[in-house]
């Protein structure tokens, strides 16, 4: 059995007025209408709904049961057709993972501005994010882009908002584990293990680029089996290091001990762009970007990132 909405809307006026005629406001629903409307629900439902009085109409004890989930019907239509109407619906903004740097600018924006809906989600990619953003599945990305704006799709805009300072990650008895900082010079021959890296997205570009810079060792070899089986294995090897944004959110057991070592001179900066269409009407979109223009960018003197991002 499916229940008419517009049948079920009907019938709540008719509750909460008890006459038909007061249900038949709208210029375009006669009380002929309103009348046809309830009789069709009545008999979709097997049930009456309302008996008639002198003085108009009263709900059935079946009319009563179905007035709470009749209205909870309305909520949720409410709901549904707000959570994709454009200036109703939550902002809609793509983080490369919820437990680094993009995702604590969107919690920054969110605690300046905490009446704004958000709705966060994890694409795989850049290029799904353009994607995204040019259809309208969502309102913004924070990415790195790797083509220079002229190779972005027609109204797609793409600034960058931050630089994040790569550090080291070792075990407690990795030989950089005391180091107060390294250079990117000082890790060329040390196994660097990052197996979450996929050839091709953005930042498989960049640690590519890292890479080629200063002569380093990136192994990328799986399986990947996770952020924790990884900073397992790191913190029982003398040999293994990983690289992580300074503002990811990692917990591990004490008893691993982990240390995350700066790298300096240069410091390896990833570079966070956000990417919207120069059409997209949400009003929220254009406080993130006022927000994020107060954000301090990250950038600093003796810094190094790819040539793309220059």
Not at 16 to 22: E, L
Not at 211 to 229: H, K, M, R, S, W
Not at 257 to 285: E, F, K, T
């Amino acid at each position: 059995m499916s229940v008419d909405l517009d049948a079920v809307r009907t019938f709540v006026a008719v509750a909460d007025t008890g006459q038909f005629s007061a249900a038949a406001d709208d210029p375009a629903v006669t009380q002929q209408a309103v009348s046809k409307r309830v009789a069709a629900l009545e008999k979709d439902l097997g049930v009456r709904l309302f008996t008639r009085t002198a003085r108009g109409v009263r709900l059935t004890i079946d009319g009563q049961a179905f007035l709470p989930h009749a209205r909870h019907l309305l909520q949720a239509e409410e709901r549904a057709a707000a959570s994709v109407r454009p200036g109703r619906r939550a902002l809609r903004v793509d983080v490369i993972g919820r437990q680094l740097a993009p995702a604590e600018l969107l919690r920054g924006f969110h605690r300046a501005h905490p009446a704004t809906e958000l709705d966060v989600v994890t694409l795989f990619d850049a290029e799904a994010a353009i994607a995204a953003v040019g259809s309208g599945t969502i309102d913004a990305s924070f990415r790195a882009v790797t083509r220079p704006a002229r190779g972005l799709a027609n109204g797609i805009r793409a600034v960058r908002v931050f630089d994040e300072p790569i550090q080291l990650l070792t075990g407690p008895a990795h030989e950089f584990a005391t180091a107060g900082s390294v250079t990117p010079a000082q890790l060329a021959g040390h196994r660097i293990w990052m197996p979450g890296i996929v050839a091709g997205t953005e930042w498989a570009a960049f640690y590519d680029a890292l890479a080629a810079a200063f002569g380093l060792t990136i192994d990328v070899t799986g399986p990947n089996f996770g952020t924790e089986p990884l900073l397992d294995a790191i913190a029982g090897s003398p040999a293994l290091a990983t690289f992580v944004g300074e503002q990811t959110r990692l917990l591990w057991p004490a008893h691993y001990d982990l240390r995350r070592v700066a790298v300096h001179d240069p410091v390896p900066v990833y570079p966070h762009s956000l990417i919207w269409h120069g059409d997209n009407p949400h009003p929220a979109l254009d406080a993130l970007r006022t927000y994020l223009g107060s954000v301090p960018p990250g950038r600093r003197a003796g810094t190094w990132t790819p040539a793309w991002a220059r």
